[in-house]
């Protein structure tokens, strides 16, 4: 659905549009001269669009609204797009569609290109993304009565944040102790950053996420019910399912994702690899229409329009005030207390959050094989190259006039703090990165950061591991 009162030409953009954008999102700090000046490259610098009729899925989730955005403000449209935005089911359907053609792309879980090129789960079709469509935005909720079961075995854990695991593992010693079933939490999909999420904040509590407690896969919009139900005990997902378990009285947040890895990578938008050869100057028709999307969903005013386009029926169909509360940097954590500001909660643009580190993607192979679900040794490095492209998303964000990183990774977990990303074009603002248990994941030494954790299911042997993980000379 197109916008044609407010929707911005390509290159009135820049020429008036880009610098409020991107300014006032902190998206970037410019050195020398005001950038957005000067014009667009259009869809001439690429080729026609070799095919304009599109179809793109998305799951019902707030960080959708980058394709529900650039369809209501005619972003598509301005690149010569027609498209149709497809709500699915489930992850798995997405994958699946994307696979097959139905989909021509769609709004994807970032670890999902990667394990669908490496056949993870039996499932093997090279996949590429050069977009991230947004950092953060899940949580972990768990049932009233696991919360209080939880806060009576270790106020002290329940009071500080982040909270940690370790009044959840006194729980479940105390039910292994009577011969009790392991309770279930749900993730959205195995290979889903939720899952590592949640796994990561289990292990660094003690809690072993294999032995200790149920994993099992809930489609997102189907986790309150859930819930509602005690068929499970707690979920990570993303948003509105973790504030409509609080506002129903029925869940309470007790960490997000946020905590448990700051400026985590989240949704990225995903196609096949034929598609994307297929079509090169479409797919970054789209990823244009994309990043301008998610630059326009950074500027803080622009928020109450979003939740209020997002909750329609054919996205999201959830209460626009929960949407619009997050949104805006506003979580509610229990039933009843009042909203906490949570400024990072959702990004879709500042911190340099729609360039495709390859760094991530690594990060998301290491969960891979830390958890057991690649069973034997593969080259990380060689993984996230296949995978994820920066040299495609460096291509088309020049010519929107939008600084990019020049390295294609990043060590990722060593910055408490805000810090600054040197590029030629200018100086990145970037967000704290720190992991909940404090450790580091450098890139070019994976293997050492596999080989730190007590807590495992892996089946890769770390000597088979280093053999094809050399560290690159300088």
Not at 96 to 117: E, N, Q, T, Y
Not at 277 to 303: F, M, Q, S
Request: charge should be negative.
């Amino acid at each position: 659905m197109s916008d044609p009162d407010h929707r911005l030409s390509r290159r009135r953009f820049l020429s008036q549009g880009a610098a409020a954008a991107l300014g006032a999102a902190g998206a970037w700090l410019p050195a020398g001269p005001t950038a957005g000046a000067g014009p667009l490259s259009g869809t001439g610098s690429d080729g026609e669009p070799e095919k304009r009729r599109l179809t793109l899925g998305f799951i019902p989730l707030t960080d959708c609204a980058p394709l529900a955005v650039a369809a209501a403000r005619g972003f598509f449209a301005e690149e010569g797009l027609e498209v149709a935005l497809s709500r699915e089911p489930s992850w798995a359907a997405i994958r699946d569609k994307v696979a097959m053609g139905v989909l021509d792309g769609a709004h994807m879980l970032a670890g999902m290109p990667i394990a669908a090129s490496l056949g993870v789960g039996g499932f093997h079709h090279p996949m590429v993304t050069a977009l991230s469509l947004n950092l953060n935005g899940n949580a972990v909720t768990v049932s009233g009565e696991l919360h209080a079961r939880m806060a009576a075995a270790d106020p002290e854990a329940m009071a500080r944040r982040p909270v940690s695991a370790r009044a959840l593992k006194r729980v479940i010693e105390a039910d292994q102790a009577a011969g009790l079933a392991p309770l279930t939490f749900a993730s959205v999909y195995p290979v889903s950053s939720h899952n590592y999420q949640l796994r990561y904040w289990l292990a660094a509590g003690g809690i072993d996420p294999d032995r200790d407690v149920r994993l099992i896969v809930i489609p997102p919009a189907k986790m309150v019910d859930n819930l509602a139900a005690n068929r499970i005990a707690g979920y990570c997902v993303g948003e509105p399912w973790n504030q409509v378990a609080v506002a129903r009285g029925i869940g309470h947040a007790v960490i997000t994702g946020y905590e448990i890895w700051n400026n985590a990578p989240e949704k990225v938008f995903g196609v096949t690899r034929e598609w994307a050869e297929a079509h090169p100057a479409t797919h970054r028709a789209v990823l244009r229409a994309l990043i301008r999307a998610c630059a326009w969903l950074d500027v803080p005013g622009n928020r109450a329009q979003a939740a209020e386009l997002i909750a329609r029926a054919e996205y999201v169909d959830a209460d626009p005030a929960l949407l619009r509360r997050a949104l805006a940097g506003g979580f509610q954590y229990h039933p009843g207390s009042q909203p906490e500001a949570l400024p990072d909660f959702n990004v879709f643009h500042r911190y340099a959050a729609n360039f495709p580190w390859r760094s991530h993607a690594a990060w998301f192979v290491a969960q891979m094989l830390r958890w057991g679900q690649i069973p034997h040794a593969v080259d990380l490095r060689r993984a996230a190259i296949e995978v994820y492209r920066p040299e495609i998303y460096r291509e088309v964000a020049a010519g929107l006039d939008i600084p990019a990183p020049a390295e294609d990774s990043k060590v990722e977990g060593a910055h408490a703090e805000s810090w600054t990303l040197a590029t030629p074009d200018g100086a990145l603002a970037m967000g704290p990165d720190r992991l909940v248990d404090g450790r580091v994941f450098d890139p070019a030494h994976p293997v050492d950061y596999l080989a730190e954790f007590p807590m495992h299911a892996r089946a890769a042997p770390l000597d088979e591991l280093r053999a094809l993980n050399v560290p690159q000379q300088a």
